[in-house]
């Protein structure tokens, strides 16, 4: 009975964070957008800033916010009256994270904001706060319940506020047209990391080649020299029209083998990926379909080779 009673307490509480979240969605309006703008139009960082549990969602956004290509580092407020006021500049904003919008710790850092003309975005749900009277754009949030049973501690209200700080990164990403490929650059590490590499990242491109008439002597050489267990055969143009597999070898060998011709041997319709598959779906397919190497193709044309144990040694497979 108690396990089933605090599943519903854990329900209820969940869903007061969504009703939170649903009126915030509601009163969303355009100074939203005109936060977006301002934001947009400076050249420098967006600088978060915040006290207590805010100061916590606030170290949150900005790490967002700097993964997704707008750059931006956390200024504790208490810090920045202590000496660290010196990093923000006019090319900076000020977003500034204070349900009540009256915390004191953030009075000396608004104050100088004001006095040397730096922009100040509150997010609030107070409008007549010190943050919301020191702000040039404020997004104010509903006045709602905390999720805490005495609607004291920062339940909804921080939750209201990562999805707010998450709404402006992404609206953000979007204006800047950040891209995987941007992805990538800023998360080589990680999880995100693995799952961004391409085909073109991993792929060799000393491919083991021969012609339709070669004979398998030949064929045999070049697969040897190149020791990828396989080779791309081509035609007199230069695209694929098969491969020859260690396990083709296997199958065909014979007294005659090594008079046979590279076309009597290989395998027609070979799978392809092109160089800007992710090597996450290269991986799936060659081990769904029991194989070791897929051939890089362009137009019909081989441009690289990409193996499992080249996917193995950055942890995909």
């Keep these: 009975m108690k396990q089933n009673n605090e599943l519903e307490y854990a329900r209820s509480v969940i869903q007061k964070e969504i009703s939170g979240l649903t009126e915030m969605c ?16 400076k050249s420098g960082h967006v600088i978060v800033s915040g006290m207590g549990k805010p100061g916590h969602i606030g170290r949150k956004v900005s790490a967002t916010l700097s993964s997704t290509g707008t750059p931006s580092f956390f200024l504790h407020p208490a810090e920045a009256s202590h000496g660290d006021l010196g990093v ?3 090319h900076d904003v000020l977003l500034v994270l204070s349900f009540s919008g009256s915390t004191k710790e953030l009075i000396p850092m608004l104050g100088y904001a004001n006095r040397f003309g730096i922009d100040i975005i509150g997010v609030t749900s107070n409008e007549d706060s010190v943050l919301a009277k ?3 754009i404020n997004i104010i949030v509903p006045s709602i319940h905390e999720a805490c049973p005495h ?10 506020m990562i999805a707010i700080g998450d709404a402006i990164a992404l609206c953000l990403l979007n204006r800047r047209n950040f891209k995987s490929d941007d992805f990538k650059k800023l998360h080589p590490g990680g999880d995100i990391g693995k799952r961004l590499l391409t085909v073109k990242d991993l792929m060799h491109s000393d491919l083991p080649l021969v012609r339709g008439n070669d004979f398998m002597k030949s064929v045999l050489k070049e697969m040897t020299a190149k020791s990828f267990g396989c080779a791309f055969v081509i035609d007199d143009d ?3 029209s098969g491969i020859i597999t260690d396990g083709d070898l296997r199958r ?4 005659n083998f090594l008079e046979a011709k590279a ?7 070979p799978r392809l990926v092109s160089p800007n598959t992710f090597a996450l779906e290269a991986t799936r397919i060659m081990n769904e379909h029991k194989i070791t190497s897929l051939i890089v193709s362009e137009d019909g044309y081989p441009c690289g080779i990409i193996h499992i144990h080249d996917c193995l040694r950055v942890g995909l497979a």
């Design 26 to 41: 509601n009163n969303l309006n355009e100074s939203f957008t005109a936060a977006i703008d301002l934001i947009y139009s």
């Design 88 to 90: 923000i500049s006019r």
């Design 134 to 136: 020191a702000s040039k």
């Design 151 to 160: 609607n004291l501690a920062p339940t909804t209200s921080t939750t209201v």
């Design 238 to 240: 230069g695209k694929i």
């Design 252 to 255: 065909k060998v014979n007294n």
């Design 263 to 269: 076309c009597d041997v290989m395998t027609h319709n």
